[in-house]
């Protein structure tokens, strides 16, 4: 018996405004369809929100707003790009059109995308168009549906989970792609262009039905007419390897192989996701929870029953509640289980035993186990452009055209080049070396390494403060607050946000600055090394200007108190918040020095006072400054040395 779709959304509970305009839409097609054709400079917003399921957000330079004038307006284009694959041809046509529709750069996303940024909407249909002539998409890159299907970036061709992984990304997008026609009618005029053979087994499991997945006689048989509540996302990683972020998808398959090193089948995550709203308690961040394990020939049913219970029993009617982590947190993992089993059709195993998962970031020159090799090049904020000395978007093109190399994007928005022959790395070397790009991740200062903000002002329309544009000098200002007291060789994982819909994935940093006003941020404090654990909110608003201030007490005490080998964000997990206030409200600013060069001192906590005249006060500030140290630790030091003359 073929179990029948749940009734229409329009005879629940009253819908968002959202859901009425994908009602209205006929599949993603108007307004945008006919709104591309107009000479104007921008979309209205029913066609502003439909224009993100094929890949594109309207933004406004703000930096550029000026008081009774019409809004700077253009549009950023996001590709899709399962496991981050990035043919040559496709990268080179994106590179083209950065430079002749766009602002110049390209911007490697945290989902394993590339953005284009500063195209006019006169442009849009062109840009679009060249991207899918030349192997790409962009259909699904943003919008209420499967965002791209992220998978480690690793090529390692002698480690058979890995390949694995890349196989099911690409196959779980492509039975997860829209089916409308929508995307090529409005772009390429009604031309569909196939990039590569969709998998037979993927067609088939899109329409099998029998337990509901299915909405029959639909253009879009597994996302209906009013597509997802609200954006979902999915990665497949393999055991141990967590460069993907793995507890912050919506979905995760984990490949488990037997002792042949053959796929059996796919551990299970659901739940996770990270966007919430400041001082709205009832959105927030959640890890993803241990669902079921499930054999290779089940898995595309399985995630077609997770779909379609988040599709039928997510939240229609506040967008803010409407990502599956809330229906999970909801109904608890049992309740949602036995749902998904119901449209599954049968039970669901249980979950195996993994190894603990670790974070890399595969930079440098590396083995990739085929006698050939890769490359991982870190890309500060994913922003590839060239300034200066620093020729990144230069080398990268020579080094595509010269050599034809395919890339993965990095879930850290760096870039891997791949299947790359012994005998030429030489000379891609040698283009890195001109164009002032390090290919040796160990001369790369650890903070940056490890670092990730989000693009925000002046582009995003939801920022509240800066984030790329600022991240570089905070993190040379930590840098030089570390060395200052003692902390040389210590490094963590930073990661910013203009907003709180964590974009950059701050809420599972060792420090996440979150933005919360403006120059101001919201600090989560105690993420693990390897994303593994949440880290929690420590202080509602930072100013930008009372960063060391705020950090001094709260490095001090680590460099203290920390056990051996302790990381910056176990360490804040283990002491507690209430521990650190504590230090910090009874810490006496700039009274700790390295142990090394530490001054006696009275163990009293009072606060001795002497006078000062002016000029000496001016050159002990200078002095203090030009050494990074506190005035105090002069004045002692000097004190010091001069008493035991006396003695």
Not at 154 to 178: C, V
Not at 251 to 261: E, M, S
Not at 383 to 388: C, P, T
């Amino acid at each position: 018996m073929v179990k029948s779709a749940p009734a229409p959304i329009a005879n629940r509970n009253k819908p968002s405004k959202v859901e009425g305009i994908k009602e209205k839409s006929n599949f993603l097609r108007e307004p945008v369809a006919t709104q591309i054709l107009e000479d104007t400079t921008h979309f209205t917003e029913e066609a502003v929100q439909l224009l993100k399921f094929h890949g594109s957000y309207q933004q406004d330079n703000r930096d550029n707003r000026v008081k009774g004038q019409e809004k700077d307006y253009q549009f950023m284009l996001r590709t899709r790009n399962p496991g981050g694959f990035v043919p040559p041809q496709l990268y080179l046509a994106l590179d083209n059109l950065s430079d002749e529709f766009g602002n110049h750069t390209l911007r490697v996303t945290t989902r394993q995308g590339f953005q284009l940024h500063g195209i006019l909407k006169k442009n849009l249909k062109a840009a679009i168009a060249t991207i899918v002539q030349n192997m790409g998409s962009t259909l699904g890159a943003c919008g209420d549906l499967n965002r791209n299907v992220m998978a480690p970036p690793a090529p390692f061709k002698n480690r058979p989970e890995y390949q694995y992984a890349w196989e099911y990304a690409n196959n779980i997008a492509d039975l997860l792609t829209p089916q409308t026609g929508a995307y090529y009618e409005i772009w390429l005029d009604g031309e569909k262009v196939i990039s590569a053979e969709e998998s037979p087994e993927v067609k088939a499991a899109r329409q099998r039905n029998g337990t509901g997945t299915i909405i029959h006689d639909s253009e879009e048989p597994i996302y209906g007419t009013h597509y997802m509540p609200r954006k979902f996302k999915v990665c497949v990683t393999v055991p141990g390897d967590n460069s993907v972020d793995l507890y912050t998808q919506d979905l995760t398959l984990v490949v488990i192989t037997n002792q042949q090193g053959e796929l059996s089948g796919f551990n299970v995550f659901a739940g996770g996701g990270l966007g919430r709203t400041h001082n709205k308690e009832e959105t927030f961040a959640r890890l993803a929870d241990e669902i079921c394990y499930v054999d290779k020939d089940d898995v595309y049913n399985l995630v077609k029953a997770i779909v379609a219970t988040q599709r039928d029993y997510g939240d229609r009617t506040d967008r803010r509640h409407a990502r599956l982590k809330y229906l999970i947190n909801d109904w608890g993992v049992d309740k949602f289980r036995s749902q998904v089993e119901e449209y599954f059709g049968k039970s669901v195993a249980p979950f195996q035993p993994l190894p603990e998962f670790k974070y890399q970031d595969f930079l440098g020159w590396q083995e990739q186990g085929d006698g050939q090799l890769f490359l991982g090049i870190s890309v500060d904020n994913g922003r590839v452009k060239d300034e200066g000395t620093f020729q990144l978007k230069t080398a990268l093109r020579e080094i595509v055209e010269q050599f034809n190399l395919p890339m993965r994007l990095t879930p850290h928005h760096n870039i891997i080049f791949y299947d790359i022959a012994p005998d030429i790395q030489p000379a891609i070397q040698q283009i890195l070396n001109r164009c002032g790009v390090v290919s040796d991740p160990n001369t790369i200062e650890p903070l940056v390494r490890y670092a990730m903000a989000c693009p925000a002002l002046p582009t995003c329309g939801l920022a509240i403060t800066e984030s790329e544009r600022a991240i570089p000098g905070i993190l040379q200002r930590i840098r030089t607050l570390l060395d200052k007291l003692g902390l040389q060789d210590e490094h963590f994982v930073v990661r910013m946000t203009g907003c709180p819909n964590g974009c950059a994935r701050p809420y599972m940093a060792e420090l996440g600055f979150v933005g919360s006003g403006p120059e101001s941020y919201q600090v989560w404090l105690g993420g693990s090394p390897d994303q593994t654990r949440l880290a929690q909110p420590y202080t509602e608003r930072l100013h930008d200007n009372d960063i060391e201030s705020f950090l001094e007490p709260i490095f001090v005490y680590f460099n203290k108190s920390r056990n051996s080998g302790e990381s910056f964000g176990d360490f804040c997990d283990r002491l507690g918040f209430d521990a650190l206030r504590e230090f910090a409200s009874n810490y006496e600013p700039g009274s700790f020095t390295p142990q090394a060069t530490q001054p006696k001192r009275s163990p009293s906590r009072s606060r001795h006072r002497i006078s000062l005249h002016d000029d000496i006060y001016e050159k002990l500030k200078a002095a203090a400054t030009s050494q990074g140290q506190p005035m105090t630790n002069l004045v002692n030091q000097a004190l010091e040395e001069y008493l035991q003359k006396l003695s």
